[in-house]
């Protein structure tokens, strides 16, 4: 069973730094485009970024353009997210994302997402 | 950006009626749309993907249709573990977008 598997989230203060991975199982990672959706809790969903199978194309939101970075490693199946300058508005809960295909950025398989707090 | 416009917010709805959930893009996206559900406390679930592929598992009272801007969501013949928020998402173009939701209450 394909599944997607988010780490790394916690408290943090304004300002600092965090980095979130996500683990994929049962797919072969390498094969598909990923993706970081963020959602406040009982909010809508936004997008903030996504990565394609090499990494050779790379895509954010203008929200958090220039303080995130997302990056893969496919030996390892997993995905990051490094989050810096945070801001309170990034509080939210995170989720992995994958492609359901090549050049269909529909996402069939979800993480369970991981919580990120930014407060003093 | 594309912005993609949800209606209604909300709609109340008893089992075994059919409910349309509507989603216009401020621009043509072609039929690259896609279709979530979300309980509380759980990840999105894929329902549709473009252009109209119902995704793995999921029951065949739920129907996506629609091209260009305007595309709609259908579920027929409520069950009662539909009831939950609807979501679409326009996966035309960076940055991806999504509809603020539609919660889907029973009535």
């Known amino acids: 069973e394909a599944q997607l598997v988010e780490s790394g989230g916690g408290l943090v203060q304004p300002g600092r730094s965090l980095r979130l991975s996500c683990v994929g199982s049962?797919?072969?990672?390498?094969?598909?485009?990923m993706h970081w959706v963020r959602q406040v809790p009982g909010k809508g969903l936004e997008w903030i970024s996504g990565?394609?199978?090499?990494?050779?194309?790379?895509n954010y939101a203008d929200s958090v353009k220039g303080r995130f970075t997302i990056s893969r490693d496919n030996a390892k199946n997993s995905l990051y997210l490094q989050m810096n300058s945070l801001r309170a508005e990034d509080t939210a809960f995170y989720y992995c994302?994958?492609?359901?295909?090549?050049?269909?950025?529909?996402?069939?398989?979800w993480g369970r997402g991981t919580m990120v707090t930014v407060s003093s | 950006d594309i912005a993609m416009t949800q209606s209604p917010s909300s709609v109340s709805a008893s089992v075994g009626d059919t409910v349309t959930i509507t989603c216009r893009a401020s621009?043509?996206?072609?039929?690259?749309v896609a279709w979530y559900q979300q309980k509380p406390g759980k990840a999105p679930k894929l329902l549709i993907y473009?252009?109209?592929g119902l995704q793995s598992g999921v029951p065949s009272r739920f129907s996506g249709s629609g091209s260009g801007t305007d595309f709609t969501l259908t579920i027929s013949s409520l069950q009662p573990e539909d009831f939950a928020t609807y979501f679409c998402?326009?996966?035309?173009?960076?940055?991806?977008?999504f509809g603020q939701g539609t919660r889907l209450d029973i009535k």
């Open positions: 994302a994958k492609d359901i295909r090549l050049g269909d950025d529909a996402f069939d398989i």
């Open positions: 049962g797919f072969t990672f390498e094969d598909y485009a």
């Open positions: 990565i394609s199978w090499g990494s050779g194309t790379i």
């Open positions: 621009q043509d996206i072609s039929n690259w």
């Open positions: 473009a252009p109209s």
């Open positions: 998402q326009q996966a035309n173009s960076f940055p991806i977008t």
